[in-house]
């Protein structure tokens, strides 16, 4: 049977691997905040337990979107009729230097 460290990483990886929570204890959250952190802006749930107790969470923000309407900026500027023709070959060549 597993134990301290290595019994440690096995749950990590298997509370990951079950759902996107994980559940760390205090010390690590203290010790590890940055890296939790990053966890959390990529979609990750992470509760914080105090003697094996769930305590808190930490959870990405809802970013605000604003709702967009399309053609709000019409006539406000204007695209050239050849807007999609091919870059002439001088320009192109230059994209691959």
Do not use: Y
């Amino acid at each position: 049977m597993c134990r301290g460290p290595a019994k440690l990483a096995v749950d990590l990886v298997l509370s990951l691997v079950q759902n996107k929570r994980m559940e760390v204890n205090i010390h690590h959250a203290k010790t590890h905040l940055s890296k939790l952190l990053e966890k959390v802006a990529l979609g990750e749930e992470i509760v914080i337990a105090k003697a094996g107790r769930p305590v808190a969470k930490l959870v990405p923000i809802a970013r605000k979107t604003r709702d967009r309407k399309p053609g709000t900026a019409k006539g406000q500027f204007e695209m050239a009729d050849d807007f999609n023709a091919p870059l002439p070959k001088e320009i192109e060549d230059s994209f691959w230097q």
